[in-house]
């Protein structure tokens, strides 16, 4: 029984101190945009690479997305007579739920995992030792750039899907299954107000500040050899996406 107690407590204890490091992580990367500001040029080549890098999967995704929502809502709607509110199921179910959290997990996906590696690289082959050694700010030139690009470029990225979606939904609804044009976009517009779209929006902001945060933080901790930074990786993925929906969950039950 004593031996339970210790693997238990030992567990705590890991569990703890591993929540405490990531929290002082988080700290000293918002610190540092504040303390020792990078130059632009590091924030848009990250710009670069979450944002533009990422159009492709999100145009793709969100395209089908609300192919899948047209078709589906509109089976639906017909049992009761109302395929023409179509639109505002299609609409609000992308820019309060499924337009963040795609969007993140694509992000999470494709560059999340990339990200991870890259630092991951960086601390197995003593780079960032060797910045640290040459007095310069680790955070200053790896972390925050990416940091700040991920909290810009999810609310675009999300903005984009949200508008894919919905015209994906369009396409099924409309051109396929017959349903009005004018009553698609008219329903739309009377139920869609600003807290849907503002809601999203502060989704997709703080899904980007976690999709930097686990995927920077993994990687600068990552163990020895090309195990620990693929293992690294693969946590990274992981925990980011069940943080996602996690925090989706809550953020739900706030802003409703």
Known sequence: MSNLFQVIGNFSLAVISELGRMGWFLINSFTTIFRNPCRPVFILKQLSFLGAKSLFVIFLTAGFTGMVLGLQGYYTLTKFGSEGMLGTAVALSLIRELGPVLTALMVTGRAGSAITAEIGIMRITEQIDALET?????????????????MIALPLLCAIFDVVGIYGGWLVGVKLLGVNPGAYFYEMEKAVVWRDVSSGMIKSFSFGIIIAWISCYKGYYAGHGAEGVSKATTESV????????????????VLL
């Open 238 to 253: 992981v925990l980011t996406s069940v943080l996602i929906l996690v925090w989706d969950y809550f953020l739900t039950s």
């Open 134 to 150: 040459m007095a310069l700010d680790p955070y200053k030139y790896l972390i925050t750039p990416k940091l700040i690009a991920a």
